[in-house]
Every structure is written in C-alpha cells, then in structure tokens.
T-cell receptor
Framework: NAGVMQNPRHLVRRRGQEARLRCSPM?????VYWYRQLPEEGLKFMVY????????ESGMPKERFSAEFPKEGPSILRIQQVVRGDSAAYFCASSPLNRGWKDTEAFFGQGTRLTVV | KNEVEQSPQNLTAQEGEFITINCSYSVGISALHWLQQHPGGGIVSLFMLSSGKKKHGRLIATINIQEKHSSLHITASHPRDSAVYICAVRWQLGSQGNLIFGKGTKLSVKP
C-alpha cells in the first residue's frame, strides 16, 4: 500500500510561469490537505479538499493559488505567475473517508520543493 | 505571537540520553500531533493525542489539556533520532487538517 505520493519532488520555475503540484492520496483516502513550509518558517495550512469539493481554503493566498481534487486523478495545487516568494516546500496529507483526523493520525507525502528563479 | 510554542528550538544530546521536547499552545484544541521531519525529507506522524499518554517504542507523548501543554520524550536516544520534531494542534473551531504548527525543535544526537 503506497503512501501519499507527491510529484514532482523538485520543481524549478522562472518568475511568471505556472507551477502544478500533484498529490495522490493513500489508497482508500478521500480527504486531502495541502501545507506550505517557507524557508526557516513553520508549516502553514493552505487548503482541505474532498473529492470534487473544497471544504476549507482559509489558508490559501487570495490570488494566483488554486487547488482541486477531481473525481478521478490526483489533487492538484496550482500556482499561477509564480514569484520568488512562492519558493517553499509544499506538503500534502490525506485521511480516510469516514475517519477524519478526529481519530486518525496524519499521513504526509514527501513534499515538492518549488524553487522560483 | 505564535499560538504554538515549542522549546527548546535546538537540542544537542549524546547517544543514550533521555530527551524531552515541550509544546505549549494558547487555543482550545481537539487534538495535538507530534511529527518528525528529517533533513530534505518528508514528514512522518509520530502521535496524535487528545488526552493522556501514548507510547511507541522509545517514544512517549503526553498531553495536559488543562495546562495546554504536551511533551515528547525519547528514551535511550540514538543518532538516527536526529531530526526536526514538530508539534501541531487542531483548534476546536477549525476544520480537520486545519492545523496550527510550532516552528519545530531541531534535535541532534551525537554518537
């Protein structure tokens, strides 16, 4: 049973380009969460999604950032017109359908390290 | 002021020592997580607590809800325990997964 899979592991983009980060949850998990870790800072919650629904996007920047979790395929975190300040590690986590984080531990991916040059 | 405070920020220990990392928080919570992050690597969940104490191998985690405090203990520490340990809380009014993270404690265990 593969864990939470994120790709790519490393992504380099020039300022103004788009970055697409993918997250495949663990088998049987239908809740996905995205977090950002800026250099020398702690992790910050970005967004919580279920299949085809955004449940909580209170941590998402208002512009340029979007997330989706379609019925089929991985969850995508999309950053348009990237700027240097978007350089960070982006982590995804997942949890099962009927057991959210009330009584399960967290399952994290390896992260995507985005560098904007 | 960060709502989740960890101490110490950095910790160096000799192999075999007993280690304690502390976490204090200022909001009402429904759960607290201890996470481990290796350099350049991903994040591993160690414990999720809502009360009492949990033990897994050489790791022990405790939480005191009234005092808003949790500790992570490592017995008989080993160089492979070197990592950043992160405390994260799910506050009572937040959605699941909407965690507030501490800045981490960087642990280095010397052989």
């Amino acid at each position: 049973n593969a864990g939470v899979m994120q790709n790519p592991r490393h992504l380099v983009r020039r300022r103004g380009q788009e970055a697409r980060l993918r997250c495949s949850p663990m088998k049987g998990h239908s809740h996905v969460y995205w977090y950002r870790q800026l250099p020398e800072e702690g992790l910050k919650f970005m967004v919580y999604l279920q299949k085809e629904n955004i449940i909580d996007e209170s941590g998402m920047p208002k512009e340029r950032f979007s997330a989706e979790f379609p019925k089929e395929g991985p969850s995508i975190l999309r950053i348009q017109q990237v700027v240097r300040g978007d350089s960070a590690a982006y982590f995804c986590a997942s949890s099962p359908l009927n057991r959210g984080w009330k009584d399960t531990e967290a399952f994290f991916g390896q992260g995507t390290r985005l560098t904007v040059v | 002021k960060n709502e989740v405070e960890q101490s110490p920020q950095n910790l160096t220990a000799q192999e075999g020592e007993f280690i304690t990392i502390n976490c204090s928080y200022s909001v009402g919570i429904s759960a607290l997580h201890w996470l481990q992050q290796h350099p350049g690597g991903g994040i591993v969940s160690l414990f999720m607590l809502s009360s009492g104490k949990k033990k897994h191998g050489r790791l022990i985690a405790t939480i005191n809800i009234q005092e808003k405090h949790s500790s992570l203990h490592i017995t008989a520490s080993h160089p492979r325990d070197s990592a950043v340990y992160i405390c994260a809380v799910r506050w009572q009014l937040g959605s699941q997964g909407n965690l507030i993270f501490g800045k981490g404690t960087k642990l280095s265990v010397k052989p």
